[in-house]
């Protein structure tokens, strides 16, 4: 596009578009011309009415979908593009063409089930696709309505990131028509989405994970899609990928525990009662009552529950070590999915859920991970956050019960010992340090209960203890108000920080970035490279 000058003070731009309607012109001098999908957008009518005939559109769908075998460069690739950007520019006169003549969004559709199906021009259709439904919902949801297969078609094709885009597109125009959301669990959405977790599709659990999570973010809290995924019947299915003999497999247990700590996320409260981020909807998450029966429990919880020994023995398992670091333990992605799963059902606060914890001797486990695994932050994080909701919001029974069971406090005294290097003649900073003073800050606090401090009383270096505990917190705090950041002291209960010897970087990774951050000897052992 380029301007002229008329006369002093006016000016205006010309169009490469009307510059080319002056002369003879093919489809293909649109489609290369470089303004012609904002001339589409700004709805020059010119163009629309040129492009708005179905002899046109036909040619469009071609190059999206159907390639000649002797094509050029520009159209395999350029021009599959610009079409899909024309199809979905949302022009009435263009899209009720769909509507008049369904043979050609059939011809669209069926893409999905074809032989010559490629991802990346399914993208383009999927494109398209959202552009349509924006425009003209009435008209596609009835044509999806006379054609249910649809919708499962393109699930085979979940590796497509537009397939997410385009489903929590549909469920998103809930606002503009309701049944949507119920129309899509008539199609059993949610189970045909489960079943991708067989162990014979583990090439695309990931994707398939993903796609859960964007449905339930989309979704409000109590729509059909969310309680059809929460009811007993569907988390038993899902957990049977998991942890199942014959079905169960380490691809679905990665991945999919996912959607078990996101679909508890949406249970807990927090104290927050906290509304979806977009505000999209106005329902509030339902507030957890602590006494529940461990019966009475939400599916997803309950269902854990039944199953946590095998959970907990998950946690046992040492996964396999890299030759040149077997005098390490290393985590391992199952064992830090596991402990995210415990992590969150933690912040919900169900007296049953510490009790089954307790039963079970989890926090002994926590424990051995947390001390002895020194080089992996993640799973410092996960036990502190566990162990400082168990002190928080426990009664100072099962708190006792704790202490007594776990040996929590002589345990973080005995990792303060193992703190100091003496090969090296000096001392040695453990990264779970920041952390173990934080648990050891949370019993401090609690120290003036009588059952707790009747306990402390029986550990005769719990004075020492407590008093490194104070100065360890009195030195943060005093770095915090200094602003400084040179000497490597605790870190607050709001404050992580990944005190890796080797990497002098501080900023504060998210749990979900954990892969980024496993060593090397843990990727090995996840991804199974060759070393």
Not at 350 to 361: F, H, I, K, R
């Amino acid at each position: 596009m380029g301007f002229q000058w008329p006369g002093e003070g006016q000016y205006y731009f010309t169009s490469q578009i009307d510059e080319l309607f002056k002369k003879e012109f093919t489809l293909q001098d649109v489609l290369d011309n470089e303004d012609v999908v904002m001339e589409v957008r700004n709805a020059k009518k010119t163009l629309i009415d040129y492009l708005g005939t179905k002899e046109i559109v036909v040619e469009l769908i071609d190059y999206i979908i159907d390639p000649k075998p002797d094509a050029t460069e520009l159209e395999k690739l350029k021009f599959p593009v610009v079409s899909s950007e024309i199809l979905s520019s949302e022009i009435e006169q263009i899209d009720k063409i769909w509507f008049e003549n369904e043979d050609l969004l059939d011809r669209m559709w069926n893409y999905f089930d074809s032989e010559n199906y490629d991802p990346l021009r399914g993208n383009l259709v999927l494109r398209v696709f959202i552009g349509i439904l924006s425009s003209m919902l009435d008209e596609s949801l009835e044509y999806l309505k006379k054609h249910d297969a649809y919708i499962p078609i393109i699930l085979n094709n979940i590796t497509n990131g537009m397939v997410s885009e385009y489903i929590t597109t549909l469920i998103s125009m809930e606002d503009r028509k309701a049944g949507v959301i119920d129309w899509l669990n008539s199609l059993k959405l949610i189970e045909r989405i489960i079943a991708l977790f067989d162990i014979k599709h583990e090439e695309i659990h990931m994707d398939v994970a993903a796609l859960m999570i964007d449905i339930m973010e989309a979704s409000g809290w109590e729509s059909s899609l969310i309680l059809t995924l929460s009811d007993t019947d569907c988390c038993t299915t899902l957990l049977d990928y998991f942890i199942g003999k014959e079905n169960g497999s380490k691809s679905a247990l990665r991945y999919g525990l996912d959607i078990f700590v996101f679909m508890i996320s949406l249970t807990a409260n927090n104290d927050q009662q906290m509304r979806y981020e977009d505000d999209q909807y106005d329902d509030i998450r339902p507030v957890v009552d602590p006494d529940t029966e461990l019966e009475k429990l939400p599916p997803q919880v309950l269902l854990v529950m039944k199953n946590i020994q095998k959970f907990v023995d998950i946690l046992k398992e040492e996964p396999a070590k890299h030759p040149l670091q077997q005098h390490q333990r290393v985590l391992g992605i199952y064992r830090l999915k596991v402990l995210e799963l415990f992590d969150s059902l933690m912040t919900l606060e169900y007296n049953a859920v510490m009790d089954e914890l307790l039963n079970c001797g989890a926090f002994t486990i926590f424990l051995d991970l947390f001390l002895g695994i020194e080089r992996n932050n993640f799973c410092h994080r996960l036990v502190e956050e566990i162990f400082y909701n168990f002190l928080e919001t426990g009664s100072i029974a099962r708190i006792v019960s704790l202490l007594k069971q776990s040996e929590l406090v002589e345990k973080l005294i005995e990792g303060t010992k193992n703190n100091t290097d003496s090969e090296n003649g000096g001392t040695f900073r453990n990264q779970y340090m920041p952390y173990l003073v934080n648990i050891g800050q949370h019993i401090q606090s609690l120290a003036n209960e009588p059952l707790v401090r009747e306990v402390l009383s029986t550990i005769p270096e719990w004075p020492d203890f407590e008093a490194f505990i104070i100065q360890e917190v009195e030195a943060s705090n005093e770095s915090d108000e200094l602003d400084s950041y040179e000497s490597p002291t605790t870190s607050s209960s709001s404050d992580y920080a990944n005190d890796f010897e080797f990497d002098n970087d501080d900023k504060d990774y998210d749990i979900s970035e954990a892969e980024v951050l496993l060593s090397k000897c843990e990727i090995e052992e996840i991804k199974a490279i060759p070393v």
